[in-house]
T-cell receptor, first 117, second 114 residues
Framework: GAVVSQHPSWVICKSGTSVKIECRSL??????MFWYRQFPKQSLMLMAT?????????EQGVEKDKFLINHASLTLSTLTVTSAHPEDSSFYIC?????????????FGPGTRLTVL | AQSVTQLDSHVSVSEGTPVLLRCNYS??????LFWYVQHPNKGLQLLLK??????LVKGINGFEAEFKKSETSFHLTKPSAHMSDAAEYFC????????????FGSGTRLQVQP
């Protein structure tokens, strides 16, 4: 149990276009989902926290108008990179926390590699 | 505020020898602590977690870690390394209240030599 999927696993797009990444909890309900960004050979940096049915909480320095997050249901959160530029190329990882979890454990998706040309 | 310091960016061991990956944390409250492993092109996998129960935590694949409050450390160990252990390891700290967001260490790349 506790499987998180991401789609797509990789995407290449042209500069100026928008890209949507989906994060789904397949076998549990996720009251909270998180979006991270990971540059090559670096650690994960939290971008934002999303709660179902409410606005996302963005970390300092993350542009909310550029990285649109929608948590429409207890099993789905989406990250849209708007007007993508080459500097947005990165590995984007989502995680989900179970609604019934008494721990802080988060379950991670496999990640989405975004390349902006 | 919370932070994590992984003292070694790269560790190399021979197969069959012990593994030690060091982690120190800073937290203004009693935290939860985790070790995650990331294999190339795969998602993060939880190895083990400390959540204020037993200070010696046993995880998957023979790994364990000991929470030492006096030393603010949470080092990861394994008695005998296997080739399949080669990966990136992250020490992670989280508060037990609020958003409970995770703060990741910079990672330690474990290399296992045959």
């Amino acid at each position: 149990g506790a499987v998180v999927s991401q789609h797509p696993s990789w995407v290449i797009c042209k500069s100026g276009t928008s890209v949507k990444i989906e994060c789904r909890s397949l076998d549990f309900q996720a009251t909270t989902m998180f979006w991270y960004r990971q540059f090559p050979k670096q650690s994960l940096m939290l971008m934002a926290t999303s709660n179902e049915g409410s606005k996302a909480t963005y970390e300092q320095g993350v542009e909310k108008d550029k990285f649109l997050i929608n948590h429409a249901s207890l099993t789905l959160s989406t990250l849209t990179v708007t007007s993508a530029h080459p500097e947005d190329s990165s590995f984007y990882i989502c995680s989900a926390r179970r609604g019934d979890s008494s721990y802080n454990e988060q379950f991670f998706g496999p990640g989405t590699r975004l390349t902006v040309l | 505020a919370q932070s994590v310091t992984q003292l070694d960016s790269h560790v190399s061991v021979s197969e069959g020898t012990p593994v030690l990956l060091r982690c120190n944390y800073s937290s203004s409250y009693s935290p939860s602590l985790f070790w995650y492993v990331q294999h190339p092109n795969k998602g993060l996998q939880l190895l083990l977690k400390y959540t204020s129960a037993a200070t010696l935590v046993k995880g998957i694949n023979g790994f364990e870690a000991e929470f030492k409050k006096s030393e603010t450390s949470f080092h990861l160990t394994k008695p005998s390394a296997h080739m399949s252990d080669a990966a990136e390891y992250f020490c992670v700290v989280s508060p037990n209240t609020g958003r409970r967001a995770l703060t990741f260490g910079s990672g330690t790349r474990l290399q296992v030599q045959p």
